[in-house]
């Protein structure tokens, strides 16, 4: 793995969610950011963190691969890949099953990433409205204090977990209620559910720093109801538009951006937006 450095400045950052194999989505979504939609490339002012689960559910898992790979060769600047669950049943740590698997190719593509530092767990995003913690599933609680030893800076929590894919991969697939049927306040970055052990997680801590996730949603996007037990949706507030749902804690906000495609595209959503008060760090 190579070495992680802090990028370029940018004065904007664009963190996407979950893209679940829907390539046209994603062009959508770039083209809307300001990506040239003929060449597809990003513009200079843009830096894009997108949060994992690129693969599966919808039909172009193999393509929505090759045009991320395409980025972190011509532009590995602008754009900033994290590891997902469905990415990290390539990557010796089956824990479920999913069919249709994709293809050999394709899977050699994402242990490439692994093993070169293209792909990690974590980034940090400084704005002028706090500084944001970026992964996959969230950070519970019970993971910063047991496996981090609490760091107080999203950039420092950042590092923290991207170290831990040289010395303990182990700790990054903890994995929760999703597989276990055990709820777990120290559930891990990829697996953490958040209705039920992100944010109760950490009901009884201040928060450090705010964070940004994907993976699971407090809101059934298709009727707009939110799920959960009434301390965790109480505190939440969402964007029918942009299928971003916010959750208001004490010391910091948890922000969730999966937009929930499946089959079929999600009809409306877009990527979390703001402005840079410096490098996107990992």
């Known amino acids: 793995m190579t070495d992680l450095l802090p990028r370029p400045s940018t004065p904007r950052v664009a963190v996407?969610?979950?893209?679940?194999?829907?390539?046209?989505?994603?062009?959508?979504?770039?083209?809307?950011?300001?990506?040239?939609?003929?060449?597809?490339?990003?513009?200079?002012?843009?830096?894009?963190?997108?949060?994992?689960?690129?693969?599966?559910?919808?039909?172009?898992?193999e393509e929505v691969v090759a045009l991320v790979d395409s980025y972190l060769h011509r532009q590995p600047d602008h754009w900033i890949q994290l590891i997902g669950n469905h990415e990290g049943l390539y990557l010796g740590q089956t824990a479920f099953e999913w069919s249709p698997r994709v293809d050999d190719p394709t899977i050699a593509t994402l242990r490439r990433w692994w093993e070169d530092g293209s792909m990690v767990v974590a980034a940090a995003v400084p704005t002028a409205d706090g500084d944001f913690l970026v992964t996959h599933a969230g950070l519970t609680a019970g993971f910063w204090r047991s496996v981090l030893d609490v760091p107080h800076t999203a950039a420092q929590a950042a590092t923290a977990l991207n170290s831990l894919i040289a010395n303990r991969q182990a700790a990054i697939f903890r994995s929760g209620v999703m597989l276990t049927g055990r709820k777990s306040g120290a559930a891990g970055p990829l697996w953490a559910s958040a209705p039920t052990e992100l944010v109760p997680s950490w009901f009884h801590s201040t928060m450090p720093f705010s964070q940004i996730h994907g993976?699971?949603?407090?809101?059934?996007?298709?009727?707009?109801?939110?799920?959960?037990?009434?301390?965790v949706t109480t505190r939440t507030s969402l964007n029918l538009i942009t299928r971003h749902e916010t959750t208001t804690m004490r010391g910091g906000r948890i922000i969730g951006i999966d937009p929930d495609h499946g089959a079929d595209p999600a009809p409306l959503w877009s990527a979390w937006e703001a402005d840079l008060t410096g490098p996107v760090s990992m």
């Open 16 to 61: 996407i969610g979950d893209i679940g194999g829907q390539v046209g989505a994603l062009r959508y979504e770039l083209v809307r950011l300001g990506a040239d939609p003929h060449t597809g490339v990003i513009p200079a002012d843009l830096t894009i963190v997108q949060v994992g689960d690129v693969i599966h559910r919808g039909p172009d898992s």
């Open 215 to 231: 993976h699971s949603s407090i809101t059934d996007w298709s009727t707009g109801e939110l799920r959960g037990p009434a301390a």
